[in-house]
Protein backbone atom coordinates (compact mmCIF):
# COMPACT_ATOMS: atom_id res chain seq x y z
CA UNK A 1 0.00 0.00 0.00
CA UNK A 2 1.36 3.75 -0.96
CA UNK A 3 1.56 6.02 2.09
CA UNK A 4 1.14 9.46 1.10
CA UNK A 5 2.52 10.42 4.16
CA UNK A 6 5.86 9.58 2.93
CA UNK A 7 4.97 10.97 0.13
CA UNK A 8 3.98 7.76 -2.08
CA UNK A 9 1.45 7.27 -4.83
CA UNK A 10 0.31 3.96 -5.97
CA UNK A 11 1.21 3.11 -9.81
CA UNK A 12 -0.38 0.96 -11.76
CA UNK A 13 1.14 -0.67 -14.83
CA UNK A 14 -0.44 -3.56 -17.07
CA UNK A 15 -2.11 -4.49 -13.92
CA UNK A 16 0.69 -4.46 -11.03
CA UNK A 17 0.68 -1.82 -8.52
CA UNK A 18 3.83 0.19 -8.18
CA UNK A 19 5.22 2.67 -5.50
CA UNK A 20 6.41 5.87 -7.17
CA UNK A 21 8.08 8.56 -4.74
CA UNK A 22 9.96 11.82 -5.34
CA UNK A 23 12.74 10.97 -3.46
CA UNK A 24 15.53 14.01 -3.50
CA UNK A 25 17.49 11.57 -6.53
CA UNK A 26 14.18 11.29 -8.17
CA UNK A 27 13.54 15.20 -8.14
CA UNK A 28 17.01 15.71 -9.60
CA UNK A 29 16.45 13.48 -12.18
CA UNK A 30 13.72 14.91 -13.51
CA UNK A 31 14.70 18.73 -13.22
CA UNK A 32 17.75 17.21 -15.75
CA UNK A 33 15.25 16.39 -18.20
CA UNK A 34 12.38 19.03 -18.18
CA UNK A 35 11.67 21.91 -20.28
CA UNK A 36 10.72 23.87 -17.65
CA UNK A 37 13.67 24.70 -15.87
CA UNK A 38 12.52 23.90 -12.48
CA UNK A 39 10.36 21.82 -10.17
CA UNK A 40 8.21 24.61 -9.18
CA UNK A 41 7.52 25.82 -12.69
CA UNK A 42 6.17 22.11 -13.03
CA UNK A 43 3.99 22.34 -10.20
CA UNK A 44 2.72 25.31 -11.49
CA UNK A 45 1.98 24.34 -14.81
CA UNK A 46 0.03 21.46 -13.27
CA UNK A 47 -1.94 23.35 -11.24
CA UNK A 48 -2.91 25.74 -13.76
CA UNK A 49 -3.15 22.57 -15.96
CA UNK A 50 -1.15 23.71 -18.91
CA UNK A 51 1.20 20.19 -18.31
CA UNK A 52 2.05 17.94 -21.39
CA UNK A 53 2.00 14.36 -21.83
CA UNK A 54 5.88 14.42 -21.75
CA UNK A 55 5.50 16.31 -18.92
CA UNK A 56 3.50 13.51 -17.30
CA UNK A 57 5.82 10.49 -18.22
CA UNK A 58 8.80 12.62 -16.95
CA UNK A 59 6.83 12.24 -13.76
CA UNK A 60 6.22 9.19 -13.75
CA UNK A 61 9.43 7.52 -14.69
CA UNK A 62 11.09 9.76 -11.22
CA UNK A 63 7.76 8.96 -9.24
CA UNK A 64 8.84 5.18 -10.19
CA UNK A 65 12.14 5.27 -10.35
CA UNK A 66 11.88 6.33 -6.85
CA UNK A 67 10.42 4.07 -5.46
CA UNK A 68 12.66 1.01 -6.83
CA UNK A 69 11.04 0.36 -10.03
CA UNK A 70 14.07 -0.14 -12.53
CA UNK A 71 12.48 0.75 -15.70
CA UNK A 72 13.27 3.67 -18.58
CA UNK A 73 10.84 6.15 -20.59
CA UNK A 74 10.85 3.92 -22.91
CA UNK A 75 9.15 1.11 -21.03
CA UNK A 76 6.34 3.21 -20.05
CA UNK A 77 5.43 3.79 -23.53
CA UNK A 78 4.82 0.20 -24.06
CA UNK A 79 2.72 -0.69 -20.61
CA UNK A 80 -0.92 0.10 -19.96
CA UNK A 81 -0.97 2.56 -17.17
CA UNK A 82 -4.22 2.17 -14.66
CA UNK A 83 -6.56 4.80 -16.07
CA UNK A 84 -5.19 5.71 -19.10
CA UNK A 85 -3.96 9.03 -20.13
CA UNK A 86 -6.06 10.93 -17.20
CA UNK A 87 -4.86 7.84 -14.63
CA UNK A 88 -1.42 8.95 -15.53
CA UNK A 89 -1.80 12.51 -15.39
CA UNK A 90 -3.54 12.30 -11.93
CA UNK A 91 -0.64 9.84 -10.39
CA UNK A 92 1.93 12.59 -12.02
CA UNK A 93 0.37 15.64 -10.24
CA UNK A 94 -0.27 13.62 -6.97
CA UNK A 95 3.91 12.69 -6.87
CA UNK A 96 4.26 16.47 -7.13
CA UNK A 97 1.65 17.47 -4.78
CA UNK A 98 3.22 15.08 -2.07
CA UNK A 99 7.00 15.67 -2.76
CA UNK A 100 6.09 19.30 -2.25
CA UNK A 101 3.44 19.38 1.04
CA UNK A 102 4.14 18.89 4.53
CA UNK A 103 1.78 15.51 6.29
CA UNK A 104 -0.68 18.49 7.99
CA UNK A 105 -1.43 19.42 4.45
Known amino acids: MANPWAGEVAI ?10 LT ?7 EATLSEGSLIGMAERFESRRFSARDVLAILVAGLRGGGWQGTAEDLRTVEVGGGPMGAARAAAELLARAFALPEE
Not at 24 to 30: D, F, I, K, R, V
Open 12 to 21: WLDGRRHVGK
Open 24 to 30: LGALAEL
